[in-house]
């Protein structure tokens, strides 16, 4: 019999603490499918180990990857439900797997009718739900996209470069003319790395846009996914080891003009009590 450190599953769960690779929604979907995997091959292989081993792998997910909404909202969900067993708790990570698969596609659809057709559009930072929302919309109206480049990292210029390979009429704009071509812009689209019971946490220099967006008048959606709502006390943890990064900042929800999701399009407050109506781990609570 293989020890559990030597399970595929385990090597990938282990990578995902590490260095996850592509966005969130997807080292979240990869978390959470490895995780049921796991657990499947802990219980009938190994079934005296459960559910020690469940919880050291968790416990190495949050403590390497704070920031990651979807894989910090799954190990919430495993410690929430470890008592349940195994049985339960892998039928439990498949659906959380499931969602996060299919919330791209229901989330490009929902964001896409809000971009018209001859529309200004403005984005800063590179969020893979707002380059599938503009890539929908594409498909039936014509409209463009003014992406900033984010720098120092340069996130809109890789996302420039996948709208205009889409077929997307799309300019790479600095950073410090945003206020300038927010002028002439209809609406401005944000990704999020995570919501919270009052605000959101987003790539840095995003607190900036969304000011400006306010004080012109220009409607601005935030574009993610359910999984990335966050309890109160997980999200602050997000927003510290974010900022501890230099890559986050938070910003007020009640700045936004809407927050779109796979299930609709919700206001700001809407948005705000699905965080506040989620349970915390007593095992995550203490910060």
Known sequence: MMEWRDWPSWRRLNAIARLPVGGAAAAGGLAAGSMA???????????????????NVAEDLIGRQPAIAPIVGMVNAVF???????????????????????????????????????????????????RAVLTAAAKKRSFFVSCAATLPDGEGVEMAADL?????????????????????????????????????????????????????????????SVE????????DRAVLAGSMEGRYEPIPLR??????????????????????ELEVAPQLSGG
Do not use: W
């Not at 990335?228 to 999200?235: D, I, Q, S, T």
């Open 37 to 55: 995997e796991f657990i499947d091959t802990l219980a009938q292989y190994s079934p005296e180990s459960y559910p020690a081993a469940v919880r």
């Open 164 to 224: 205009a390979a889409a077929g997307v009429a799309v300019e790479l704009i600095p950073d410090d003319e945003i206020g300038e071509v927010m002028l002439g812009c209809d609406i401005v689209l944000l990704g999020t790395s995570a919501i919270g019971p009052a605000a959101a946490m987003n790539i840095s220099g995003s607190a900036l846009v969304t000011s400006t967006a306010c004080d012109m008048g220009v409607p601005l959606y935030l574009v993610a």
């Open 255 to 276: 700045d936004l003009t809407a927050v779109v999701t796979e299930f609709g399009v919700l206001n700001p407050e809407a948005a705000g009590s699905l965080a506040a």
């Open 228 to 235: 990335k709502v966050l309890p109160g006390p997980l999200f």
């Open 80 to 130: 929430l439900h470890l008592d349940d067993g195994p049985a339960r708790l892998a039928s439990l990570m498949r659906d959380m797997e499931r969602r996060i698969t299919t919330s791209s596609a229901l989330l490009s659809e929902v964001g896409a009718g809000l971009v018209e057709a001859g529309f200004g559009v403005l984005t800063f930072g590179g969020s893979g739900s707002v």
